[in-house]
């Protein structure tokens, strides 16, 4: 009986079809994650650019402003739970005041600042000059709810980081935010 099975074209097709199915399906779902991913990554690198172009204009922050600033520009509905860090850079790699940060994910953006000195990579630097700033903004998020198949792909870690010259040198901070970044209020 078996052997009659394996010579029975239509018993062939049955049996093609059935190991075609699962390498399809996961074709499918890998195709459906990468795409997923992929849209985020450009939700995010558009939402860390637009906070710092509108940061990078101005001279004075206050938290209030500030805050609803983060809550129009960063649309939670569709970057879900993310992790928001803002810095204030020099071009000699010292940060005036500690990083502002922001969002329901606590510390899921990587450190790239050791005390008032930044460490990661900048677009330009220069030693001899002290009156030009840049905002570094850290935008991260996990792929987890974005993956049908979390099993291929895991639970990744998504970052996106927007870097602009700041019109302002100095940046006036209100007494909320100058405590939270450990300034003394001016």
């Not at 690198?45 to 402003?65: G, P, R, V």
């Not at 860090?85 to 790239?112: H, Q």
């Not at 996106?160 to 209020?185: F, M």
């Amino acid at each position: 009986m078996i052997s009659r099975f394996f010579r029975d074209e239509n018993a062939n097709a049955v049996l093609e079809f059935a190991l075609f199915v699962p390498v399809m399906i996961g074709i499918i779902l890998a195709s459906a994650d990468l795409y997923n991913i992929n849209r985020m990554r450009g939700v995010m690198e558009q939402t860390a650019h637009n906070l710092s172009s509108i940061l990078s204009n101005q001279q004075e922050w206050n938290i209030k402003s500030f805050d609803y600033l983060v809550e129009q520009v960063v649309d939670v509905k569709s970057l879900g739970s993310y992790s928001l860090v803002v810095s204030k850079v020099n071009l000699d790699r010292t940060m005036d005041w500690l990083p502002i940060y922001r969002g329901e994910l606590d510390a899921a953006c990587p450190s790239k600042s050791e005390g008032n000195r930044y460490l990661d990579d900048m677009p330009e630097e220069d030693e001899d000059v002290d009156n030009i700033s840049l905002i570094v903004v850290q935008l991260c998020r996990y792929t987890d709810s974005l993956v049908l198949n979390s099993g291929l792909l895991g639970n990744k870690l998504m970052e996106s980081v927007a870097v602009n010259r700041l019109l302002y040198h100095s940046i006036i901070l209100d007494k909320p935010l100058s405590e939270e970044v450990g300034v003394e209020y001016e």
